[in-house]
């Protein structure tokens, strides 16, 4: 599959992605992709016979239109099974198949791997290295998954081809979901493709500082003819010079000549370039003018995936259900590093070679009272309800119907286990039951949370829901 | 449709089907089994996408047609008959359920939306003895890893082998390999161009919950299709195959040993679920002390002996108690051997009586 057909299979899916629930879309098209388009018949490749034929008896339209927009052509879909192979993140095997035998692991092993801190000389060395950009952000640290594949695509294009491809290069998103480390990791590439080049990475806010500086010592030439040679221009947290005028105006002549020069310009911000208040207009409609992609709060599995890359540049071995378990702790990026941390740290302080559950749990234990004031028994129901559909008084209600059983067992579990009530209290919550069920119910959840991937799946999208 | 078919033939049946309806409320379609009758056949179909099944009971068609019906409701209903033949027919918007003294009708969905499950069968690769297949079976899948995000682990890989099968499964901590050999009546082919496969361990396990009459159960493979079919007596099950590549598992099994251990199964099992209890606030360690007549197994303080017969110096290893319950239930005889070099190096388990069949797992450092 080269690039084109992936970026425009990439937008496709990401219209889509508004009309499916999440669960189903993971189901439906993680292992979709756009295997050709000759003659206006895109070929998709499906998973198995029966994700292709319902691919296309009920979702015919809306990739075809999605596609049509994204192409400006009118194409026939054709669906085939073809098993893709693009899993970016590299499976984890487990010790077993990390061990060598004859003795050689033994020795190896016994070394504990504490706070190995060094970063693998795997990356790519530099000559030198750029101002202000951190060398370990790059896109091979970058973990990958729906939520910003996406962003990460378009980040290598416009890596490879500056000022081709998408000129400027606008990606937004919430905080801690990796937009700095894409910023750096384009730099980077450029940097390394290319040192001579001039390449400036800063902030709004330190562009805005060198504007008012260079006002105040009227001398705006020498920082005009800066910006204006700058081969790339990246600009983190544009959304801070809202209301900036002067600031304002300076950047738009900068970014004008730039363009003309064919200088690539990324920026990043927490919102769309639309919805940054007091923006001059012609401003604003620059900034969309090229590419703008968003990052989305990483999802669980993008979460497991990052502590994993994380666990492995610290030199420690993770689990996979330990993984999970941090993984569901946290909300973004930043806090898993915390997280991560600390359970390291107090791996190391047992003595511990690894990170066991139990020590992810301590880890995790401080992380939840910290948070636990703002939620409440209401929000739980509440989303519970939502994620089920179901209403809260069937919820509460005498009916023990599978699903509503289900969704009950999991308020159960997630009051337990998030607000830390007594039984009694749960039971009071949910409609006067005994404690005894409750118990029932939050020792079934437990118990299949393991197991039971439906469940698992269930729960993290309801801690999604409400955030925690 | 209209077509007639005995009660108690269909509840058996809707037990099985059950498994593969997907429990996605937003695939509406998928909460529905589709009937498709005709040629004096009811054909009922179920999927969630991971694995199909199909069930064909014989029944009198007076119309032939499709329909969908909501799974659940239709079962309980079923369920809860005491007649001895039902009617079901649809003029193709509701579906009404007639017994000699009930009648009831369900809102459909059309069969059209239903997805197909299969395009074809694909090639036979084997007819083999359902029992004896389920057998060997057992003893494998439960080492398959239950997360969906490492897709090659949580598959069992098959390789052919002259006349049969060698099975692998894994979930990074332990593995169980066996060499399936076929009977005599048994038959199977090789299939050109794909020599090992990764099936679903879901639908091995599946495929362990079909309970039919009929002896052999028939395997088919479809690689235009990417997928495997078993079908025994009525029932067949399709799920794709997992395209990824299972790790070098042949380097990881251990070719000597520096001590052996025999032990009863059974004894063992009863000793390690003793020492379970205890094990649960020490991070499930459970550890094997090997001596000279005996194993001790210990959870801290607490300990069983289990008589065994030890060849070779004493020596000591430390298992996760849930590998070590999984392995002991699964363990295909009832005399063990035990085989192990040294405290961080896997465990391995074998069967007395031949060599087809390993479980090894992987130990857990302890320190002093």
């Known amino acids: 599959m080269n690039d084109r057909l992936d970026t425009i299979w990439q937008h496709v899916l990401k219209e889509l992605k508004k009309k499916v629930s999440t669960a189903n879309f993971f189901t439906l098209f993680a292992n979709t992709g756009l295997l050709s388009l000759e003659d206006n018949i895109a070929t998709i490749a499906t998973p198995s016979t029966v994700v292709g034929d319902l691919l296309y008896k009920r979702f015919y339209k809306e990739l075809k239109a999605s596609l049509d927009e994204q192409t400006k052509e009118n194409n026939e879909l054709l669906f085939i099974v073809q098993a893709l192979n693009k899993s970016p993140i590299k499976e984890k095997t487990g010790p077993l198949f990390a061990t060598e035998l004859n003795g050689l692991s033994e020795k190896d092993r016994k070394t504990t791997p504490i706070l190995k801190t060094e970063i693998k000389p795997s990356q790519p060395s530099m000559i030198g290295h750029l101002p202000r950009v951190r060398k370990e952000y790059n896109f091979a640290t970058f973990a990958v998954s729906s939520t910003n594949q996406l962003a990460f695509v378009s980040s290598q294009n416009v890596a490879q081809n500056p000022g081709q491809s998408y000129n400027p290069f606008f990606i937004y998103g919430p905080v801690g979901v990796g937009k700095t480390h894409l910023l750096h990791a384009i730099a980077n590439h450029i940097y390394m493709q290319n040192p001579e080049q001039k390449t400036i990475y800063l902030t709004s806010e330190e562009f805005t500082n060198e504007v008012v500086e260079a006002i105040k010592n009227n001398d705006t030439s020498r920082m005009k003819k800066r910006f204006r040679t700058a081969a790339l221009l990246l600009i983190d947290d544009i959304q801070f010079i809202e209301g900036k005028d002067r600031v304002q105006e300076e950047l738009f002549h900068t970014f004008n000549i730039l363009i003309d020069q064919g200088s690539q310009i990324v920026l990043s911000s927490d919102r769309p370039p639309q919805e940054i208040k007091k923006l001059e207009k012609r401003l604003s409609s620059r900034f969309a003018g090229g590419l703008t992609v968003d990052i989305e709060a990483p999802d669980f599995e993008l979460k497991t995936a990052i502590l994993l890359k994380k666990a492995e540049k610290y030199g420690w071995e993770l689990s996979i259900e330990v993984a999970k378990l941090l993984a569901n702790g946290a909300q973004d990026t930043r806090s898993l590093e915390g997280l991560l941390l600390r359970a390291i740290t107090l791996a190391t302080s047992l003595q511990q070679s690894e990170i066991t559950s139990e020590v992810a749990l301590k880890a995790l234990g401080k992380e939840t009272e910290e948070k636990r004031g703002s939620l409440h028994a209401d929000d739980i129901i509440k989303e519970v309800c939502n994620f089920y559909s179901i209403k809260p008084t069937q919820l509460k209600g005498p009916k023990r119907d599978a699903s509503l059983v289900r969704a009950r067992q999991i308020t159960m579990y997630m009051l337990k286990a998030e607000l830390k009530l007594t039984l009694v209290e749960i039971g009071n919550i949910l409609g006067g039951r005994d404690h005894t069920t409750v118990m029932h119910g939050v020792e079934k959840i437990e118990g299949q949370l393991e197991g039971n991937v439906h469940i698992s799946q269930d729960i993290s999208g309801i801690k999604q829901l409400l955030r925690v | ?368």
């Open chain 2, 1 to 368: 449709m209209q077509v007639t078919l005995k009660a108690e033939e269909l509840k058996n049946k809707l037990g099985f089907i059950n498994h593969a309806v997907s429990n996605k409320q937003q695939l509406p379609i998928l909460l529905n089994l589709l009937l498709e009758a005709k040629e004096s056949k009811l054909n009922l179909s179920s999927t969630d996408l991971e694995i199909g099944i199909q069930v064909e009971l014989s029944a009198e068609v007076k119309q032939p047609g499709k329909i969908t019906v909501p799974a659940r409701t239709f079962s309980e209903l079923v369920n809860s008959l005491s007649a001895d033949s039902l009617t079901i027919e649809s003029d193709g918007s509701n579906c009404v359920v007639k017994t000699n003294k009930t009648k009831s009708i369900f809102a459909t969905m059309s069969a059209n939306e239903f997805p197909r499950l299969f395009e074809e069968r694909g090639v036979l690769l084997a007819s083999i003895n359902a029992e004896e297949m389920k057998k060997e079976l057992n003893a494998v899948v439960f080492s398959a890893s239950i997360d969906i995000a490492r897709p090659s682990l949580s598959g069992v890989y098959v390789e052919q082998e002259e006349n049969g099968f060698l099975l692998v499964a894994t979930d990074g901590y332990r593995l169980s390999l066996k060499h399936f050999t076929a009977g005599k009546d048994d038959k199977v082919n090789l299939l050109e161009g794909k020599s090992s496969m990764i099936v679903p361990a879901r639908a091995f396990k599946e495929a362990l919950a079909m309970k039919e009459e009929t002896e052999k159960i028939e395997l088919y493979v479809s690689i235009n299709s990417n997928q495997i079919i078993f079908e025994q007596g009525s029932i067949i099950l399709i799920s794709r195959l997992i395209e990824a590549e299972f790790p070098n598992y042949e380097k990881i099994i251990p070719v000597d040993f520096s001590v052996t251990a025999s032990f009863d199964r059974e004894e063992m099992l009863k000793a390690v679920r003793i020492c379970s209890i205890f094990a649960r606030d020490i991070a499930n360690v459970i550890k094997f002390s090997l001596q000279k007549d005996k194993i001790i197994v210990s959870a801290g303080e607490n300990i069983v002996e289990v008589d065994s017969k030890i060849k070779g110096e004493e020596n000591e290893i430390a298992f996760n108690s849930r590998y070590l319950l999984d392995a002991l239930s699964n363990l295909p005889s009832e005399n063990i051997n035990f085989e192990m070099t040294g405290p961080l190096n896997p465990g391995v388990f074998k069967t007395a009586e031949d060599a087809s069949y390993l479980h090894l797992i992987m130990p857990i450092k302890v320190q002093e």
